[in-house]
């Protein structure tokens, strides 16, 4: 049975970064998508940066140049530094991965809980 945790998620002022953490269990030695999406209250789930499988790295263009998308050799623990945070970026976010070569809101096949981060001053 496959398993993803969200950890990180606090309420930080903007420009103070946050790491989020995703740790997974079942998955197997096989190549999937990896990565985070968010969704705030009224809208649309979307994506915020993932892996492909073949670990080429793609970030949404909200946060491009202000995230980095990070994991370990072992590809079962993933990050997410939020470096330069702004009150947008308020959210539930998701860690998510599938076994397509690129992972999309619609097509993944294991979500986690979510964590919440509140970008405020």
């Known amino acids: 049975q496959v398993r993803l945790m969200e950890s990180g998620g606090d309420s930080v002022q903007p420009g103070k970064p946050l790491r989020l953490t995703c740790t997974t269990s079942?998955?197997?030695?096989?190549?999937?998508?990896m990565g985070w999406f968010r969704q705030a209250p009224g809208k649309e789930r979307e994506e915020v940066a993932t892996f492909e499988n073949t670990g080429r790295r793609i970030y949404g263009d909200a946060v491009k140049g202000r995230f980095t998308l990070s994991r370990e050799n072992t590809r079962k623990t993933l990050f997410l530094d939020l470096d330069n945070p702004i009150p947008d970026d308020t959210a539930l976010y998701f860690c998510?991965?599938?076994?397509?070569?690129?992972?999309?809101?619609?097509?993944?096949?294991?979500w986690g809980q979510g964590t919440q981060v509140t970008v405020s001053s």
């Open positions: 079942g998955l197997t030695d096989r190549l999937y998508c």
């Open positions: 998510a991965a599938g076994r397509s070569r690129t992972c999309s809101a619609t097509n993944v096949d294991w």
